[in-house]
């Protein structure tokens, strides 16, 4: 059964932004997604509305890691719907390697996905949210923030920024007394294309005990959003595991994340 709610998912043609799409519109949201691949995000479309008939799906493909892309991405956004109730800022992508041996442009294009491109939607859309006194912004971070992650620095840094940013929004909404939320979800290594895309094929991160499914975060993120949880590790035992590991000595911290990237 279809509703009047709208959600906007960035990266939303495959992995964690597929599966949340595929959920959301499975419950009556109408679907606007984004994605860097035009063939990809068509594909996209097709599985969405297969979740439910009833529903819209539209698609944006733009690289969001361009100056400008996100006033584009508002105004596509506004031309759809007037009023967004839910935005997942989850368009992400990771550089793997000692930090002298990267290409320079290709994290800094990281950097503007992920750091100043999340903060400018973020503020367009916390705007008019606010203004209605109702709406949901989820920004996908990472448990990579919780520590330095030697070889996959930059983006470790990134994710930080994702979840102090969001965190501290969240509470000045509650200061506020605003009925608007803003929820970091801070997964453990997910099976995407992400191992592939951040040249990470031989690194044990995607193969051990923490790694879970694209299908079980998306859940998850559904359970925060109907729960009005302000900050999730999907899985419990993964945020009892990650709460033991916070108050470690930062050496540990490290040697921990060493372990597991190489």
């Known amino acids: ?3 009047s709610s709208y959600i906007l998912i960035t990266g939303g043609s495959s992995g964690i932004g597929l599966e949340t799409a595929k959920l959301f519109a499975s419950k009556g949201f109408h679907v606007l997604i984004t994605s860097l691949e035009e063939e990809e995000l068509e594909n996209a479309i097709t599985q969405i509305k297969a979740s439910n008939n009833n ?16 006033q584009q991405l508002y105004d596509w ?3 759809v719907t007037p009023s967004l109730d839910i935005v997942i800022n989850n368009a992400g992508f990771g550089t793997f390697g000692f930090i002298d041996e990267l290409d320079m442009n290709r994290e800094l294009d990281m950097i503007n996905l992920m750091v100043k491109n999340l903060y400018v939607s973020t503020r367009l859309f916390l705007h008019d949210m606010i203004l209605q006194n109702k709406g949901t912004i989820i920004n996908i971070s990472s448990i990579s923030a919780f520590q330095p992650n030697p070889t996959l620095a930059t983006y470790g840094a990134a994710k930080a920024f994702v979840y102090q940013f969001t965190r501290a929004i969240s509470e000045e909404l509650k200061e506020k007394k605003s009925a608007v939320k803003c929820i970091t979800i801070n997964p453990t290594p997910v099976r995407t294309n992400f191992q592939n895309n951040s040249g990470m094929q031989k690194s044990r991160l995607f193969n051990n005990w923490l790694t879970v499914d694209a299908p079980f975060v998306a859940k998850e993120i559904y359970r925060a959003h109907t729960h009005g949880i302000d900050t999730l590790i999907p899985g419990r035992f993964y945020g009892f595991i990650s709460a033991i590991n916070k108050r470690m000595p930062e050496t540990f911290q490290i040697w921990l994340a060493k372990k597991h990237l190489n």
């Open 1 to 3: 059964m279809a509703n």
């Open 77 to 79: 956004a506004k031309s």
């Open 55 to 70: 529903i819209s799906v539209v698609g944006l493909n733009i690289d969001l890691s361009k100056d400008g892309s996100v």
